[in-house]
């Protein structure tokens, strides 16, 4: 099995490789077009700024090949978010992957913190990626903005009010939290998605 992790300007990349590691794998971080497109499984993972990272890819026509990709994807944290259509960070275009947009957290109370930081539930799990699981399960996430319910939504949580923790469409998964820093739970989505049919 082939991992490609997508390399670009956004940080968290080196602790999604060991994550791979751990699962007896020896992922490899390039932003070479080929290599990508040949892997078994490419991932596309960050954490970082919208407006910032889509240019880029766009500089390193990296955005047409993760577009072009036909084996599965994951993509994780900012990498779901610049799946989707438009985001409300600095107003940017993404990739349009996924019909959604992403939009910032409004507190409704004086407790409700962002970025949201910390361990959360999951919960409606649909995919084949969350295969095994009960109702629910938590896992670790820090974000500031987020993408709401939709027809692309397969896991939700509630921080303020409910949203989209996870999408997929077609050979694109995504999930908003991070499974490399999410103990056992996060290992076996990887596993999972490791295990995906390819489409």
């Known amino acids: 099995m082939n991992v490609a992790i997508v390399k ?12 791979f590691r751990r699962l007896g794998l020896d992922p490899l971080i390039t932003s070479d077009a080929e290599e990508l497109m040949k892997a078994d499984r490419v991932v596309f993972p960050g954490q970082g700024e919208a407006r910032s990272t889509m ?4 500089e390193h026509k990296l955005d047409e090949v993760i577009k072009s990709l036909k084996q599965p994807v994951l993509g994780i944290c900012i990498g779901m978010q610049l799946l989707c259509r438009h ?69 939700t949580t509630n921080y303020i009010q ?20 999410s ?11 490791l295990e995906l049919i390819n489409i």
């Open 183 to 193: 103990g056992k739970v996060g290992e076996r989505i990887l596993r999972n998605f």
């Open 87 to 155: 985001s409300e960070e600095y107003d940017t275009d993404c990739l349009g992957v996924f019909d959604a947009n992403v939009v910032r957290f409004q507190p409704k109370q004086h407790e409700d913190k962002v970025p949201q930081m910390g361990w959360n539930e999951i919960y409606d799990t649909q995919s084949p990626l969350f295969k095994g699981f009960d109702k629910s399960e938590f896992v670790y996430f820090i974000h500031s903005f987020y993408v709401p319910l939709c027809q692309e939504t397969i896991a």
């Open 8 to 19: 670009y300007n956004a940080g968290n990349i080196y602790s999604v490789a060991n994550a």
């Open 55 to 58: 240019a880029y890819l766009r």
């Open 162 to 181: 409910p949203y989209s923790s996870a999408l997929h469409k077609d050979n694109f998964y995504a999930t908003q939290f991070h499974p490399e820093k």
